[in-house]
């Protein structure tokens, strides 16, 4: 079992920044990827950004250069630091982590971006 925390999110002016963390708890050793997901009213859930146990790391073509995953493994935590915010980034970013046999997803939390 793994358990996923964020938190970090709120509301920020287009062209600010918010740092959002994904802490995890449990069998934290079977995880193979950590990454982010989020999803705005009306809209599927997309693929953000993703961080893999060696390091590697991904991103949607969308955040390229103003988003950036990493993880501090003292502290099994993620973030997602998200730079020169957009108002089309607003929407409920929620944090997932995959083992090999299951998949786990946190709360949710909302980011929003004023024009």
């Known amino acids: 079992q793994v358990q996923l925390v964020e938190s970090g999110g709120g509301l920020v002016q287009a062209g600010g920044s918010l740092r959002l963390s994904c802490a995890a708890s449990g069998s934290i050793s079977s995880i193979n990827v950590v990454d982010w997901y989020r999803q705005a009213p009306g809209k599927q859930r997309e693929l953000v950004a993703a961080i893999f146990s060696g390091g590697s790391t991904k991103y949607a073509d969308s955040v390229k250069g103003r988003f950036t995953i990493s993880r501090d493994n003292a502290k099994d935590t993620v973030y997602l630091q998200m730079n020169s915010l957009k108002p089309e980034d607003t929407a409920v970013y929620y944090c997932?982590?995959?083992?090999?046999?299951?998949?786990?997803w946190g709360q949710g939390t909302q980011v929003t971006v004023s024009s």
């Open positions: 997932h982590a995959d083992t090999y046999r299951f998949s786990y």
